[in-house]
């Protein structure tokens, strides 16, 4: 890998300039190469030639249309690689379509954002999940699309899990053994760094001072813990030595964006090729720094399905505009909408006791 020029680097003002003009394309492109998508435009007051003055003004889909429609801009013939969504137990799942240049692009995305702190070079890796979780690679979970994304930026790749899901004491020791001394790379959805490597480095007295842990997700089930994210970040610091410690929020519906947490860990941040907007749960409206609303995410990246523009069912609020560690937008993820179907991933995990 080479190091990226930072993705992390547009003000505000300059972002929505870039983003309004390849968001109208986009929403074209897909207008033009989805029948479903067309209608939906059509039904909703967004005919073509339709001009737009804000990035705010620009259709959106909800999230929740992709476990309910097969929302496509590809031909079936050209469909690369299927990405599901991990609801809850016998929910629907959400269904992208990726094509082989629209996995490509996500994935170098994706890298762009990551090198930002984790630097040039792949580094050890701890992953805390289990291998088992990979076994179908066409057809993965959002849970397993995260992990086997991830782990094209490490090497020597070591689980935290055995294939029956249960901590791999040895596993972890040997790893850091060998590569405790020089910087390593973890990734973890964030419930089960928790649980399957932040209690286990704690009592096994391992030293994770080298580590750059990579996390997203879980929350939930952490609030009966009265672990937050400041909670988090102190006792792993306090306990294992781990302190460079990166939150990110990120969906399967815009796979290979992620709104990475800034090395302060004071809030989450858009790359320069996405953003968010967040609105008025009643009106709908765009609300202002400061108040409370559900998340709008926009990115330039979903060019074989229509996933642009998405209203998601999580709740957000944006603390700051170009005033922290990284330019743009400041942001935190507070929870989700009354009665929206739990997120999946680690919330989903029924690891082994």
Same mark, same amino acid.
């Given at each position: 890998?080479?190091?990226?020029?930072?993705?992390?680097?547009?003000?505000?003002?300059?972002?929505?300039?870039?983003?309004?003009?390849?968001?109208?394309?986009?929403?074209?492109?897909?207008?033009?190469?989805?029948?479903?998508?067309?209608?939906?435009?059509?039904?909703?007051?967004?005919?073509?030639?339709?001009?737009?003055?804000?990035?705010?003004?620009?259709?959106?889909?909800?999230?929740?249309?992709?476990?309910?429609?097969?929302?496509?801009?590809?031909?079936?013939?050209?469909?690369?690689?299927?990405?599901?969504?991990?609801?809850?137990?016998?929910? @629907?799942?959400?269904?992208?379509?990726?094509?082989?240049?629209?996995?490509?692009?996500?994935?170098?995305?994706?890298?762009?954002? %990551?090198?930002?702190?984790?630097?040039?070079?792949? &580094?050890?890796?701890? &992953?805390?999940?289990? =291998?088992? &979780?990979? =076994?179908?690679?066409?057809?993965?979970?959002?849970?397993?699309?995260?992990?086997?994304?991830?782990?094209?930026?490490?090497?020597?790749?070591?689980? /935290?899990?055995? @294939?029956?899901?249960?901590?791999?004491?040895?596993? /972890?020791?040997?790893?850091?053994?060998?590569?405790?001394? @020089?910087?390593?790379?973890?990734?973890?959805?964030?419930?089960?760094?928790?649980?399957?490597?932040?209690?286990?480095?704690?009592?096994?007295?391992?030293?994770?001072?080298?580590?750059?842990?990579?996390?997203?997700?879980?929350?939930?089930?952490?609030?009966?813990?009265? /672990?937050?994210?400041? @909670?988090?970040?102190?006792?792993?610091?306090?306990?294992?030595?781990?302190?460079?410690?990166?939150?990110?929020?990120?969906?399967?519906?815009?796979?290979?964006?992620?709104?990475?947490?800034?090395?302060?860990?004071?809030?989450?941040?858009?790359?320069?090729?996405?953003?968010?907007?967040?609105? *008025?749960?009643?009106?709908?409206?765009?609300?202002? /720094?400061?108040?409370?609303?559900?998340?709008?995410?926009?990115?330039?990246?979903?060019?074989?399905?229509?996933?642009?523009?998405?209203?998601?069912?999580?709740?957000?609020?944006?603390?700051?505009? *170009?005033?922290?560690?990284?330019?743009? =937008?400041?942001?935190?993820?507070?929870?989700? %909408?009354?009665?929206?179907?739990?997120?999946?991933?680690?919330?989903?995990?029924?690891?082994?006791?």
């Amino acid at each position: 890998m080479t190091l990226a020029t930072s993705v992390f680097s547009k003000s505000q003002a300059q972002r929505e300039a870039n983003l309004l003009d390849e968001l109208v394309a986009l929403t074209d492109h897909h207008r033009a190469r989805s029948l479903e998508y067309r209608r939906i435009l059509e039904a909703t007051g967004h005919p073509a030639g339709r001009t737009y003055e804000r990035v705010a003004d620009l259709p959106w889909l909800p999230v929740r249309l992709f476990k309910t429609h097969a929302l496509k801009s590809v031909p079936d013939d050209e469909v690369f690689k299927l990405l599901t969504s991990s609801g809850t137990t016998g929910a @629907e799942v959400s269904r992208i379509f990726l094509d082989k240049e629209a996995a490509a692009l996500q994935q170098r995305m994706l890298s762009a954002v %990551l090198q930002q702190v984790v630097g040039p070079h792949r &580094l050890p890796m701890l &992953l805390v999940d289990t =291998k088992a &979780l990979l =076994k179908n690679r066409r057809s993965l979970s959002a849970r397993g699309a995260g992990v086997l994304g991830l782990m094209n930026f490490g090497r020597n790749h070591v689980f /935290v899990l055995d @294939e029956e899901d249960r901590p791999d004491v040895e596993a /972890v020791r040997t790893f850091l053994d060998k590569h405790g001394n @020089e910087p390593f790379l973890i990734f973890g959805f964030t419930f089960m760094a928790w649980l399957y490597l932040y209690e286990l480095a704690s009592k096994e007295g391992f030293d994770l001072s080298n580590g750059i842990l990579i996390h997203s997700g879980g929350w939930k089930k952490l609030i009966d813990r009265a /672990v937050d994210n400041a @909670e988090f970040r102190r006792r792993f610091a306090a306990d294992t030595g781990l302190t460079k410690i990166y939150n990110y929020y990120g969906m399967v519906e815009q796979i290979g964006t992620i709104y990475l947490e800034g090395p302060s860990g004071d809030g989450l941040y858009c790359p320069d090729f996405a953003d968010i907007i967040i609105r *008025d749960p009643v009106t709908w409206a765009e609300v202002p /720094v400061g108040t409370p609303g559900v998340v709008e995410v926009v990115s330039t990246l979903p060019r074989s399905y229509p996933g642009h523009v998405l209203l998601t069912e999580d709740l957000g609020v944006i603390h700051g505009i *170009d005033d922290g560690s990284w330019p743009g =937008k400041r942001f935190s993820i507070i929870g989700r %909408l009354p009665r929206a179907e739990a997120r999946g991933c680690s919330d989903t995990f029924e690891g082994a006791s």
